[in-house]
């Protein structure tokens, strides 16, 4: 999973800050899950094909904050947080037995 880069401005009395949070890399993790599925035979060449399958899994993503203001710029501490993530895939086909 590629994390992605974002940047908005608040403003402050005063001027305006500027935050930009951007990953230090790419992450990588563990997914696990279960698919299943069911085969139908329409006759005796053709057969219809059904799935379902459930993913998981959780990203450790590091990444830190860059503040601008009034020409300073200073960066947050390394932070570090667990993205969840999931996914339902759901495929169907139809087969043609030679």
Do not use: H
Request: net charge negative; aromatic share 12%; glycine share 10%.
């Amino acid at each position: 999973m590629q994390v992605g880069t974002y940047s908005f401005s608040i403003p402050i009395q005063g001027g305006t800050a500027s935050i930009v949070q951007e990953a230090d890399r790419s992450v990588e993790s563990f997914v696990y899950g279960v698919n299943g599925g069911l085969e139908v035979w329409l006759s005796d060449k053709i057969t219809l094909c059904l799935n379902i399958g459930v993913i998981a899994s959780e990203f450790e993503i590091d990444s830190r904050i860059m503040e601008k203001f009034n020409g300073t710029t200073a960066y947050s501490e390394s932070i570090s947080y667990n993205q969840p993530f999931s996914a339902i895939n759901i495929g169907a086909s139809i087969g043609y037995n030679l």
